[in-house]
């Protein structure tokens, strides 16, 4: 079995999928990743609704691009080694061979890129590509030739890219707003099949997707600077619902067209606090993100293919900023995100509550120049699943999974 997550911001799961920019592993609840940068992967993303320490703040707050006084340009990528644990394989629906436990790794880059141009001294407008979500999951011999994995694993290929494009207004010195468009469009597989036990009648295809499509969300956001050491951050991203047009052929609708994918919204609230004469900052973050959209995923005619029912989630994280001197900043992060999964789960995605253990640090060549690194180890639950099927006998299983997160930012200021 092969897992990996993929780096975009929409998604055209079916039987959870979701459209991916490039290959990399789930990093967080559901299929949402968060890895729209190195600087903040290195403090578990605390704060980063409103830090603005380079350009990727606008893929969680548009208003905070009012921060700079300058233009800013920020691209990078992070690197992400995954592994992916099935144990304690068993139910009705295994076989003889397959108790054994399975253990994937995976490793893939995930880049992005950013531009903040300040336009005078109340406005500042923004575009860059980044990624919210994300998954792609095979299961192969390794775990099982039969209806095992064909039925309830399979094979998925999503790719996507996310577009945004976002304007920052500063009401006076203590208010500045923004927001924007997301331009989403992916494109992906999806396959699921089954096949007799008896040795030698071939196997009959559930779904066969190829498919591609266009979703547009926005995004709104605020800022409230209480003084210069001292300022909040709310956003809100409306994530749009993806319909997927192509190859659609599910046995239970021979007639469909396309799928719809619904996304989850989030809204984020950050802090940003450094202790007055000294080099040492704090900050925080709370996030919602709405799984409970995330319902079922079915035809154009309304055939289900799948019934997820995932409920809302949340994650919080806790960091510090140590201002070392005008050359070196040193970031620590801890971060708990919730699972999205509740009283249905799945092996295809492995999911459970979560711990981000993070460290970074930047490095100023002088003022225009920064080179940042970020550094994670995410730690998952075992989680017991029981999976049932129209065309297969009930699978039950352990999953678990952890990952560990590398990441390198440049940014300049012009």
Do not use: C
Request: cysteine-free; overall charge negative.
């Amino acid at each position: 079995m092969t897992t990996s997550r993929l780096f975009k911001k929409t998604v055209i799961a079916v039987t959870v999928s979701s459209l991916g920019f490039a290959s990399q592993q789930a990093l967080a609840a559901g299929f949402q990743l968060n890895s729209q940068s190195a600087t903040g992967l290195g403090r578990a993303f605390a704060g980063d609704a409103v830090i603005a320490d380079n350009a990727s703040v606008m893929a969680r707050n548009a208003a905070a691009m009012t921060l700079f006084d300058s233009h800013q340009f920020s691209g990078g990528f992070n690197v992400i080694a995954s592994e992916i644990d099935v144990k304690d394989i068993g139910g009705s629906g295994s076989f003889p061979g397959q108790q054994s436990d399975v253990t994937n790794e995976a490793t893939s880059l995930v880049p992005n890129i950013y531009y903040v141009h300040r336009l005078n001294n109340e406005w500042a407008f923004g575009v860059g590509l980044y990624s919210n979500f994300g998954t792609t999951n095979e299961f192969d011999g390794s775990f099982g030739d039969n209806n095992l994995a064909k039925v309830y694993g399979g094979n998925t290929e999503i790719s996507s890219i996310n577009l945004t494009m976002n304007a920052a207004y500063r009401i006076n010195e203590q208010w500045s707003v923004g927001g924007g468009l997301d331009i989403v469009q992916g494109s992906g597989k999806l396959e699921r099949s089954t096949s007799p036990s008896t040795p030698g009648l071939g196997e009959s295809k559930v779904v066969d997707i190829d498919a591609d499509g266009l979703g547009i969300g926005f995004n709104l956001g605020a800022v409230y600077e209480l003084n210069e050491n001292n300022r909040f951050g709310l956003a809100y991203h409306y994530s749009p619902t993806v319909t997927a047009d192509g190859k659609v052929n599910y046995i239970a609708d021979p007639d469909a067209t396309s799928i719809d994918l619904k996304l989850p919204s989030m809204a984020e609230f950050s802090g940003y606090h450094r202790i007055t004469d000294t080099k040492f900052a704090v900050h925080y973050s709370l996030q919602w993100i709405g799984w409970s959209v995330f319902d079922n995923v079915e035809t154009d005619n309304g055939a289900e293919i799948k019934d997820y029912e995932w409920k809302d989630g949340y994650h919080i994280a806790v960091g510090s900023t140590y201002y070392l001197n005008d050359a070196w900043t040193l970031r620590a992060g801890y971060m708990y995100d919730t699972a999205a999964q509740d009283d249905v789960r799945s092996i295809s995605v492995p999911d459970s509550d979560r711990q981000w253990f993070s460290a970074g640090f930047g490095y100023h060549f002088n003022k225009r120049h920064t080179v940042d690194f970020g550094f994670t180890y995410l730690v998952g639950k075992d989680t017991k699943v029981t999976e049932n099927s129209s065309v297969s006998s009930e699978l039950t299983a352990t999953t678990k999974a952890n990952a560990i997160l590398a990441g390198l930012q440049y940014s300049y200021s012009f």
